[in-house]
Nanobody
Framework: QVQLVESGGGLVQAGGSLRLSCASSGRTFSNYAMGWFRQAPGKEREFVASITGIGESLKYADSVKGRFTISRDGAKVTLYLQMNSLKPEDTAIYYC???????????????????WGQGTQVTVSS
């Protein structure tokens, strides 16, 4: 069983930055594809960024491209989302997700992932 725990959310002014972290105690993320999603009030959960199980290839939603960066540490125990130039429309609960994968395949759908964290709130004020 993979348990994911996000941290790093908070309140920030427009133009500011935050870094979200996602950790799973007791295991690494080797051979796991991982992603970040977000859900704003009254909206469906949407894809933000993903990293492939092997090869560390990255993919971003158009709305965050050039502002957000997904990465994981060398030991593959922590997933990050660096968020710069934040906008009020980035306000949402952010979730990390994981699924076993030995392929360089991007997964961008909610149903593609087996494991989810509890989410961390990001609020961007104008």
């Amino acid at each position: 069983q993979v348990q994911l725990v996000e941290s790093g959310g908070g309140l920030v002014q427009a133009g500011g930055s935050l870094r979200l972290s996602c950790a799973s105690s007791g295991r690494t993320f080797s051979n796991y594809a991982m992603g970040w999603f977000r859900q704003a009030p009254g909206k469906e959960r949407e894809f933000v960024a993903s990293i492939t199980g092997i090869g560390e290839s990255l993919k971003y939603a158009d709305s965050v491209k050039g502002r957000f960066t997904i990465s994981r540490d060398g030991a593959k125990v922590t997933l990050y989302l660096q968020m710069n130039s934040l906008k009020p429309e980035d306000t949402a609960i952010y979730y990390c997700a994981a699924r076993p994968s030995n392929f360089r395949v991007y997964y961008t759908g909610v149903k593609d992932y087996n494991y989810w964290g509890q989410g961390t709130q990001v609020t961007v004020s104008s």
